[in-house]
């Protein structure tokens, strides 16, 4: 079946708030095996409203829109979606219980026109919304269904997932399974190279590359009546993924971050960390520190921003900053061996770069970032080149890190396992 999602709101075409439901909506869709050809925005407009629901109706099975459903006269969801269905409101009299209770327990009183959310259109199925005052709405129409939820997302969200969910998944013969297998240290490009063959002779499963900051992700997608017959056929493309990227994939969790798999590998190593940044100013330390349990193996984040610092808190030599430059593979490299000194970490990832807009030279171009890192003794710098702004080049620095610190760790245990070496 498809799906049709269309989204209300004039401060949505405004760009006054981000429009979150739609890849919220998308998603979910996509998980219980519906099509999405169309998303739609349109303001608070009846005509334009009226003309977007009977053009969604015209080529999709089920219309989910959000927003509009509120007290105000130009919350005009409803009554539009109702009018092209040829559907009259009525009242509902347990909504207008259920909005009284809502305001009686805030001790507010409500305005008359919040007794407008409780007029529903004939024949609808009415769903609860224990979070605010509109009720969200199913209309059945010639085997159209047509979905109204409210647009806050701390709304929409928990109807979606109580109400809406369960009614979809009784209208749909499959399921569709994904499985990502996130990547980093590939880049995009060649990450596609390494899957032509298999994208090529695709059927089901499918296979779809998506590019993230400094990381590759390769979703697996497959059809089948039920999920446990579609993770069977997802399975063995996940394990031939594995096989062609081996130490380079670091999850096929979804919810598993590169950040948290980096913890996840300091902690299972017993390793302590520390940052040492320079243009991204605390940005790698922030990213792992969004990760709990990071308390059991972060030890400390220096910023040395400035030339004194790196020579006051990490002892670089003056002479040294002014021979190689403080952005330079040397500086780098005596970044993170200083933070070692200082901290006693195990590990220690140094940053220094040139983030822009100014700052860069012929020798020395905007994005130039050198990344060091320490692993108990070893030290290893990466040259990096990054273009865009100056957040675009501090975001692609971080992540490029993260990269690094994992390719060092993994490297290390790999020497050490191998070459009869102990830490």
Same mark, same amino acid.
């Given at each position: 079946?498809?799906?049709?999602?269309?989204?209300?709101?004039?401060?949505?075409?405004?760009?006054?708030?981000?429009?979150?439901?739609?890849?919220y909506?998308?998603?979910?869709?996509?998980?219980l095996?519906?099509?999405?050809y +169309?998303?739609?925005?349109?303001?608070?407009?009846?005509?334009?409203?009226?003309?977007?629901?009977?053009?969604?109706?015209?080529?999709?099975? #089920?219309?989910?829109?959000?927003?509009?459903?509120?007290?105000?006269?130009?919350?005009?969801?409803?009554?539009?979606?109702?009018?092209?269905?040829?559907?009259?409101?009525?009242?509902?009299?347990e909504?207008?219980?259920?909005?009284?209770?809502?305001?009686?327990?805030?001790? #507010?009183?409500?305005?008359?026109?919040?007794?407008?959310?409780?007029?529903?259109?004939?024949?609808c199925?009415?769903?609860?919304?224990?979070?605010?005052?509109?009720?969200?709405?199913?209309?059945?129409?010639?085997?159209?269904?047509?979905?109204l939820?409210?647009?806050?997302?701390?709304?929409?969200?928990?109807?979606?997932?109580?109400?809406?969910?369960?009614?979809?998944?009784?209208?749909?013969?499959?399921? #569709?399974?994904?499985?990502?297998?996130? #990547?980093?240290?590939?880049?995009?490009?060649?990450?596609?190279?390494?899957?032509?063959?298999?994208?090529?002779?695709?059927?089901?499963?499918?296979?779809?590359?998506?590019?993230?900051?400094?990381e590759?992700?390769?979703?697996?997608?497959?059809?089948a009546?039920?999920?446990?017959?579609?993770?069977?056929?997802?399975?063995?493309?996940?394990?031939?993924?594995?096989?062609?990227?081996?130490?380079?994939?670091y999850?096929?969790?979804?919810?598993?971050?590169?950040?948290?798999?980096?913890?996840?590998?300091?902690?299972?190593?017993?390793?302590?960390?520390?940052?040492?940044?320079?243009?991204?100013?605390?940005l790698?330390?922030?990213?792992?520190?969004?990760?709990?349990?990071?308390?059991?193996?972060?030890?400390?984040?220096?910023?040395? +921003?400035?030339?004194?610092?790196?020579?006051?808190?990490?002892?670089?030599?003056?002479?040294?900053?002014?021979?190689?430059?403080?952005?330079?593979?040397?500086?780098?490299?005596?970044?993170?061996?200083?933070?070692?000194?200082?901290?006693?970490?195990?590990?220690?990832?140094?940053?220094?770069?040139?983030?822009?807009?100014?700052?860069?030279?012929?020798?020395?171009?905007?994005?130039l970032? +050198?990344?060091?890192?320490?692993?108990?003794?070893?030290?290893?710098?990466?040259?990096?080149?990054?273009?865009?702004?100056?957040?675009?080049?501090r975001?692609?620095?971080?992540?490029?890190?993260?990269?690094?610190?994992?390719?060092?760790?993994?490297?290390?245990?790999?020497?050490?396992?191998?070459?009869?070496?102990?830490?």
């Amino acid at each position: 079946m498809v799906v049709e999602i269309i989204s209300v709101g004039t401060e949505i075409l405004l760009g006054n708030i981000v429009n979150t439901n739609a890849a919220y909506l998308s998603e979910k869709c996509a998980g219980l095996g519906f099509s999405c050809y +169309y998303q739609d925005v349109v303001g608070d407009n009846e005509e334009r409203l009226c003309e977007t629901i009977r053009t969604a109706l015209s080529r999709a099975d #089920i219309l989910l829109l959000s927003g509009g459903l509120g007290p105000t006269q130009d919350d005009l969801t409803k009554e539009t979606a109702a009018k092209v269905l040829g559907k009259s409101l009525k009242l509902h009299e347990e909504s207008k219980a259920a909005i009284r209770e809502f305001f009686e327990k805030r001790g #507010i009183e409500p305005t008359d026109n919040n007794w407008k959310q409780a007029m529903v259109p004939e024949g609808c199925i009415v769903l609860a919304n224990p979070n605010g005052t509109a009720p969200g709405i199913i209309m059945e129409d010639n085997g159209k269904h047509v979905v109204l939820m409210p647009g806050p997302p701390n709304e929409m969200i928990p109807m979606f997932e109580a109400s809406v969910m369960p009614y979809l998944s009784k209208l749909q013969s499959c399921v #569709i399974f994904s499985q990502t297998v996130k #990547i980093c240290g590939v880049g995009e490009s060649k990450a596609e190279t390494m899957v032509r063959d298999l994208i090529d002779s695709q059927s089901n499963p499918t296979i779809a590359t998506y590019a993230k900051t400094g990381e590759v992700h390769l979703r697996v997608t497959a059809r089948a009546e039920d999920e446990k017959a579609a993770r069977k056929l997802v399975k063995p493309v996940v394990k031939e993924l594995k096989g062609r990227f081996g130490s380079h994939v670091y999850t096929t969790d979804d919810e598993v971050t590169l950040e948290k798999s980096v913890v996840d590998l300091l902690l299972a190593n017993s390793l302590t960390i520390s940052t040492v940044e320079s243009c991204t100013g605390g940005l790698l330390a922030a990213r792992l520190i969004n990760v709990p349990g990071v308390s059991e193996v972060f030890k400390s984040g220096y910023i040395t +921003y400035s030339n004194k610092a790196k020579r006051r808190l990490l002892g670089i030599k003056k002479n040294t900053l002014l021979k190689y430059g403080a952005v330079s593979e040397e500086i780098a490299s005596q970044m993170a061996k200083g933070a070692a000194m200082v901290s006693k970490a195990d590990v220690v990832v140094s940053i220094t770069g040139i983030a822009g807009p100014d700052g860069g030279s012929q020798e020395k171009p905007v994005g130039l970032v +050198y990344i060091g890192c320490n692993v108990c003794g070893r030290m290893k710098v990466k040259k990096c080149h990054f273009s865009g702004d100056r957040s675009k080049v501090r975001e692609n620095t971080v992540s490029s890190a993260l990269s690094l610190m994992r390719e060092c760790i993994l490297e290390y245990y790999s020497e050490v396992t191998f070459g009869g070496k102990e830490k």
